[in-house]
């Protein structure tokens, strides 16, 4: 990648690179798209996808109700409500 290609990113990007480092960003970017190509090259039609590289398994907690249901008690002093329910404006038509 040269250098009037990385300004051009760059620009398009919003980035400001000092003219120091385009030499650096050349060779990261040179290393990252050459990974890229040889990751490209691997066969992998025999590979089954994961979710997740370390193959966990999430435990999850049973879904259970902790509190007692108070929605009258905050309703009571609240005209905007209708059976249950708190009524808002319409805002589509």
Do not use: W
Not at 4 to 26: F, H, Q
Not at 35 to 60: A, C, I, R
Not at 61 to 84: S, W
Request: glycine share 2%.
């Amino acid at each position: 990648m040269d250098k009037k290609t990385i300004i051009k990113i760059a620009n398009l990007a919003k980035l400001e690179i000092k003219d120091d480092k385009l030499n650096d960003i050349a060779s990261s970017l040179e290393k990252i798209l050459n990974l890229v190509d040889e990751m490209n090259g691997v066969n992998t039609d025999d590979v089954t996808p994961m979710s997740h590289p370390l193959n966990l398994k999430q435990e999850l907690r049973k879904d259970e109700v902790k509190e007692a249901n108070q929605r009258d008690l905050f309703q009571k002093d609240n005209e905007n409500t209708d059976n249950g329910y708190y009524k808002v404006p319409k805002i589509i038509d």
